[in-house]
């Protein structure tokens, strides 16, 4: 059967990832930060990405300014400071399909006018991989509204998409699609609808487990289910806690990796064990505030590099 998947394998310029059911690949899994969650300068965000032994940074805000705010030059020195580190750039974290809803034309030329510059970007950054999201939901973004899912039909998101889509291929880039509760893409079900409908080996998934069980889908055994067949090349690691009053639910603040109730344990090692070959990446979002000027926000993103690192770590 011909599949997005076996597409994915065959297609003549993007490289071939290995989704999470495929037999085990000789190419290891690699894990990454975001390099905001560090520092908010790329430099010593590398240096203390070294020192931790992270294989990658994924590029989402450096200097205080979003990637799409940088020039050439701030992307160069960005490139030759993880060479110098002995670092790749994991991601372009763009936020392309943040306040791009459906039906706003303007939007959707700003959002295809972002997508060229993260594409020249990526270029420069020595990476395939370029996050988006699923276009925006009007009055969505309020953590609490993600579960109540709106039903879409996501052949007007695929619509919208198009024109995007056919950039990354004719680029040889990924748009990497991180599942996200105020987008059209909050659960793993979703996105696989989503990646099904546009049928291009230039759209792959960023399961973003947290997000995923904050938009309503338990990621045991649904989430996991969903993604199987998908292609995974990165998977992101929040931590939170169940809600006392209904465990089902989770609640809001973010806990060091292990120390809540999504089941990483189980998750992760099963990951591996079937061959997934992606990126893990931790995740904290700290912004306005600067891990440098706030130290334990620095330390519990380190933490979670180490927990991280012993729940991918086969026996």
């Known amino acids: 059967m ?35 969650d560090l520092h908010s300068e790329f430099a010593p965000a590398a240096k203390l990405a070294a020192e931790a032994g992270l294989d990658g940074l994924a590029v989402r805000h450096v200097g205080g300014h ?8 701030d992307v160069r020195a960005v490139r030759r400071t993880a060479d110098e580190h002995g670092l790749a750039i994991s ?19 700003r959002a295809e006018t972002l997508l060229a510059q993260m594409v020249r970007f990526a270029d420069l950054l020595g990476t395939p991989l370029i996050r988006i999201f699923a276009l925006w939901i009007e009055g969505k973004d309020p953590l609490p509204l993600w579960a109540d899912r ?8 695929v619509e919208a998409l198009a024109p995007s889509v056919a950039l ?3 680029a040889g880039v990924r748009l990497m699609l991180e599942l996200e509760g105020a987008s059209h893409a909050g659960t793993a079900a979703e996105a696989a609808e989503l990646i099904r409908l546009v049928d291009s080996p230039a759209l792959v998934l960023c399961w973003d487990i947290c997000n995923g069980w904050w938009s309503g889908e338990a990621p045991l055994p649904h989430g996991l289910d969903a993604v199987r067949v998908l292609p995974v090349v990165d998977v992101q690691t929040k931590d939170v806690k169940a809600d006392p009053a209904d465990p089902r639910r989770p609640l809001f603040d973010q806990v060091i ?22 990126w893990f990446t931790v995740e904290r979002v700290y ?9 334990r926000l620095q330390r519990d993103a380190l933490a979670d590099v180490e927990r991280l690192r012993s729940l991918v770590s086969l026996p």
């Open 257 to 278: 990796l292990g120390d809540g109730d999504l089941p990483y344990d189980r998750l992760l090692p099963e990951l591996v064990a079937s061959g997934y070959d992606g």
């Open 66 to 73: 979003n990637v799409q705010a940088l020039d050439e030059a």
């Open 287 to 295: 912004h306005p505030r600067k891990p440098e000027e706030h130290p």
């Open 91 to 109: 991601a372009v974290g763009s936020p392309y399909g943040r306040d791009f809803h459906l039906g706003d034309d303007a939007a959707q030329r």
């Open 2 to 36: 011909d599949t997005p998947r076996t597409r994915l394998y065959r297609s003549g310029n993007l490289k071939r990832y290995t989704s999470v059911d495929q037999p085990r690949s000789s190419v290891a899994h690699r894990i990454a930060a975001f390099s905001d």
């Open 150 to 157: 709106p039903g879409t039909d996501l052949a007007r998101v």
């Open 168 to 170: 990354a291929e004719r």
